[in-house]
């Protein structure tokens, strides 16, 4: 049974840094991708981050430069820094394994004073 549990978030002052983790469990993590999204109140859920089993990474275009995906053996990271109001939301773990797509419960991140 796949699981991520997703841990790491809380409150943040702007220009802070916050690192997100995600364990993994229940299938064969090295082999695959895994995403980090993100919904804020009323707003989509969207695409933060991903890495691939070789390392390769892709972000969105308002993350590049301040967040890092980054994965071990069973985990995969989000290192997040000069945060900002905008980046408050609830941060999931993604993986899509036999063609379904998994997500942790999330974690919340607020960014503010």
């Known amino acids: 049974q796949v699981q991520l549990v997703e841990s790491g978030g809380g409150l943040v002052q702007p220009g802070g840094s916050l690192r997100l983790s995600c364990a993994a469990s229940?299938?064969?993590?090295?082999?695959?991708?895994m995403n980090w999204y993100r919904q804020a109140p009323g707003k989509e859920r969207e695409l933060v981050a991903g890495i691939t089993s070789i390392g390769g990474t892709n972000y969105a275009d308002s993350m590049k430069g301040r967040f890092t995906i980054s994965r071990d053996n069973a985990r995969v990271y989000l290192q997040m820094n000069s945060v900002k109001p905008e980046d408050t939301a609830v941060y999931y773990c993604?993986?899509?394994?036999?063609?379904?797509?998994?997500w942790g419960q999330g974690t919340q991140v607020t960014v503010s004073p």
């Open positions: 229940g299938f064969a993590f090295r082999g695959y991708t």
């Open positions: 993604h993986a899509v394994v036999f063609g379904e797509n998994h």
